[in-house]
């Protein structure tokens, strides 16, 4: 029996390559988590981007504990089995007006697992509107794999730092936006091609992204990369293991991080994508 989602939701998901929204916090719980974010950028000069918002679960405590609530992970585990691992997180901020976009593309492009049953959780820290530049999905694109890139997209309000553009036409499959109110998520499959609205409110759009998967997952290439078990048995040792913080931005938990997330970006390097330093 599911332990979250209903039948229908499971069914629609394996069918769409998305599902939303999915309540994930209280609106008190998601202040919370945005307040954390907000102390970040203000640690930083006004901006979290970046090598810093590259899987920093490991890094923060409150990041970490927000990616193993049992509530998404029941979700989660009624999509890909009992046996998880946290593969990636990291942030995704719109200032109010400031027109930022996210181009179509694929999220397993430059992590190349496969066979793909990686999903990510976005979950909205704000409302997330059409307006203020929600993110939207081509249905059932997922079913055809990974697909070629077209030309980047390096303009400054494109938020990829590859700038990367799945060559499809859109034209074929009509976008579904997926508007959250604060506190809800959504779920798409990692090679659902989807992207984000222009911010064009006067309000931000904030939310977080975590990405799972099951332990039996491979990756292309050759560099290995690591990952958390956060449900379940890894009985296959396809990543190497991750450690969780004890505390916010403890010396280990830096260092831990620092290599981490070292590796993530040389797996996307060595899968083609070379602007990945982009917005550092």
């Not at 006004?46 to 679960?57: D, L, S, V």
């Not at 990405?211 to 290439?221: E, F, I, S, V």
């Not at 969780?244 to 010396?251: A, R």
């Amino acid at each position: 029996m599911p332990k979250a989602l209903s039948q229908d939701q499971i069914d629609r998901y394996r069918r769409d390559g998305y599902l939303f929204p999915v309540p994930v916090l209280t609106p008190e719980q998601a202040s919370f988590y945005r307040q954390r974010l907000e102390e970040l950028e203000q640690i930083g000069g006004g901006r979290f981007t970046g090598f810093q918002r590259t899987k920093f679960y490991l890094r923060y405590r409150w990041a970490y504990e927000l990616a193993t609530l049992p509530t998404m992970l029941d979700a989660v585990e009624d999509l890909i089995g009992p046996d998880i691992l946290l593969y990636h997180n990291t942030t995704w901020l719109k200032h109010a007006g400031d027109q930022a976009y996210v181009t179509w593309h694929q999220d397993n492009i430059y992590i190349g697992i496969e066979p793909c049953e990686l999903l990510s959780f976005w979950i909205a820290l704000t409302p997330s509107k059409e307006e203020n530049g929600c993110m939207q999905v081509l249905p059932g694109t997922h079913k055809e794999g990974v697909l070629p890139l077209g030309e980047p997209d390096l303009s400054e309000k494109s938020m990829l730092p590859s700038g990367m553009q799945t060559a499809y036409d859109v034209s074929r499959t009509r976008p579904v936006s997926m508007p959250l109110e604060a506190g809800e998520a959504s779920i798409h499959h990692a090679e659902v091609i989807h992207g984000s609205l222009p911010n064009m409110a006067n309000q931000r759009r904030m939310g977080i992204t975590f990405m799972y998967m099951p332990a039996h997952m491979q990756q292309r290439g050759d560099r290995r990369t690591s990952a958390m078990l956060v449900r379940g048995e890894d009985k296959y040792g396809n990543f190497d293991p991750e450690i969780p913080p004890v505390n916010d931005d403890d010396e280990d938990a830096i260092s831990r991080h620092e290599e981490s997330a070292s590796l993530y970006r040389g797996k996307e390097e060595e899968l083609g994508k070379k602007t990945a330093a982009r917005f550092d």
